[in-house]
């Protein structure tokens, strides 16, 4: 198999004593989707969030194509081709598709101008592709549907080539028909060769579109397995036990006896 | 079939042509406003409300605040306050006057051109070093803008009363005071020259936009529309240059002035002022604020930090910087501001710019700027602060009593936000 896309070896964080992120070790391969479970508050966003920049890791070591790299910040891990589409959509709710999709990367006119026409050019073209209904091209986004300004941070991350994506949460606010919009996008970055790193809640969604999982508990990674090597029951008892079963490769998080608990 | 269904339209409605003009209903709704107060008050005073001199005395009456009202909007749009600009207009002003009375004179002499620009850009310096360091402050120490402003003025007001000791400083440079108001205006011929190019260079973007946008096969607006607004923007620049025209010399006073150049003033000869030089400082501030606004990346932040703070920064906006340049703006335009007042006097005097933060914060708000951040608009602050003035100096006309006054603007203040509120409730806006 080729080198991994991305190699998070030994992460660890910590917030005022708590240890949010525990010695974590993940990595994606081109073309693979791997969900990160967890409860809240077990430390998947925080993990996700040191790989996009929001978060600077206490120790640890990130490679990208195997090279080691360091990322201090949103625009580091720009440069490293990641891109990350947050739970909380991170859109400024007051600017309309275009600015949001090019914000901090806005196309300029040769004379240093920011070139709205240029932008909502691109825009259109890129939302033609991605949500053929998107029509509001001049209202804020806070005047959109969930799906609608999901489908505006999801053109934001595409557009720009992204080779890594991170997705949190990515279909949380949506309804049924724009979560199979989403389902059927993440299959085709697939196909282009991205690495998605994918935050979800739904084991649903996680069979259906994650080629491997990665468990999380109190900041500890529980382990690691194949979506076709575990049951769904094998999931939750990862999530909610720390339980590793046959199937999976445990971590420092795992359950070592079975009979502690009660 | 396209056909059809164009043939079973009986012409345009009246809400499809308002909806064609794409105009601002809110930015409409103030004029309107405006229009209807001004009427009022003219009524009222019979008549001497709207004519050229009292229309000449509004603008350069509401130039500093009006200044100072467009450095707010980015201000307030990034979710921050200032409520130090009447001190810093003070201590920059205090320290124009103590460089070109006292500092200048011994080192140039007295009189040397130079004195004006080198006076104003040393206090311009200190306005922009006084907001940056409050900028700085606010973004990279944490500390409230509030707390930060609320500080600054008490400093500032005192920095002013310390350089100058409390004295009135005066009287300033001749130049100096030309940027005041009625004592320097650019004249009829200057005025009409600077009205056509103002309104070429209106049809101009007018025209470059339209083209640009149907380069790129976005839809625009019927042709009539982007005719009624060329002509309607010609209209009102024209007019306003041929009000400020009209208002003329007196006799006594251009008399004098040939009188200085050696000549004699012949007979029946009259001259408009034409536009002050402080209106035409306020309109290119206005110009190239509403371009940084909306064709610049840093207007693009501060209203992207203003929408979601948290947006900007994962979007590697550098929010802490960001924030001192907000305020270092504020600080010149503070600093412009203060060159104005001092000038409008002819002398840097203690009070100056005394509760002009309330004055610009409630003209930029006036002017529907939001205080949750995120949304206001420059041209809307400085007809805030014409609504403003205009209520000031209307009122004090019909012979209103001071304290009913301060009532009425406070008044006002509160209920065009309230009004704002319900106006963006009702359009979701």
Redesign the interface.
Known sequence: MDAPLVEMKDMCISFGGVRAVDHVTVDLYPGEVVGLLGHNGAGKSTLIKILSGAYKADSGEIRINGKEVHIHSPRDARAQNIETIYQTLALADNLDAASNLFLGRELTSPLGFVDDDAMEAETRKIMGRLNPNFKKFHAPVKALSGGQRQSVAIARAVYFNAKILIMDEPTAALGVHETQMVAELIQELKKQGLGIFLISHDIHDVFQLCDRIAVMKNGQLVGTAKTTDVTDDDVLGMIILGKCPDGAIPGPGALVDDSVVG | MSDTALSGQKGPTARNMFAALQLDTRLLGMIGAFVVLCLVFNFFTDFRFLTPRNIFNLTIQTVSVAIMATGMVFVIVTRHIDLSVGSVLATVAAIMAVVQTDVLPGILGLGHPAIWILAILAGMAVGIAIGAFQGWMIGYLGIPAFIVTLGGLLVWRNVAWFITSGQTIGPLDETFTMIGGIGGTMGETGSWIFGILAVAAALWLQVASRR??SS???PVKPAWAEVTMGVTTSIAILGFVWILNSYDIPKARLKRIFEASGDTLPDGLTMGYGIPYSVLLLIVVAVVMT?VA????L???I??????P????????NTRFLTVKVFAIMGALSGLAAAVAAARLGFSTNDIGTLDELRVIAAAVIGGTALAG??GTIYGAILGALIMQSLQSGMAMVGVDAPLQNIVVGTVLVLAVLVDIIYRKRT??
Do not use: C, M, P
Not at chain 2, 294 to 297: C, E, G, H, K, N
């Open positions: 640009r946008k790129h096969g976005f371009v909306q064709r610049t990346r207007g693009r932040y209203f992207a930090t203003g929408g979601n948290d947006a900007a920064e994962l979007s590697g906006i995120g949304v979701g806006d």
